[in-house]
């Protein structure tokens, strides 16, 4: 970008590139929570509380392990559809 501009402009160019990264940073780790969180409540929708247990390790003891196996699987498929979204995303936007 700051070649395709004068050199007059290029603190402009550069400081709006870099705002619009922090933009889409922003924005994509937002998307990315709101899908976690609506797979989470779709996969282990009575999970809540019991959920900040699991990523708590002092807490984590008290949970049989039952309990932690189905949520660490709550938890693997949701990240891996929001993983699987982000690919598709990607592809769409390489296309």
Do not use: K
């Amino acid at each position: 970008m700051q070649t395709s501009v004068g050199w007059s402009e290029r603190g402009a160019v550069t400081s709006s590139m870099l705002f619009m990264r922090t933009i889409g940073q922003a924005l994509g780790a937002g998307i990315a929570g709101a899908i976690l969180n609506f797979s989470l409540a779709r996969t282990a929708p009575t999970a809540g509380e019991t959920l900040n247990q699991l990523l708590a390790p002092d807490l984590r003891e008290r949970l049989d392990p039952q309990t932690i196996a189905q949520l660490s699987h709550a938890i693997a498929s949701s990240l891996h559809e929001v993983y699987v979204i982000a690919g598709v995303l990607a592809a769409l936007t390489l296309a």
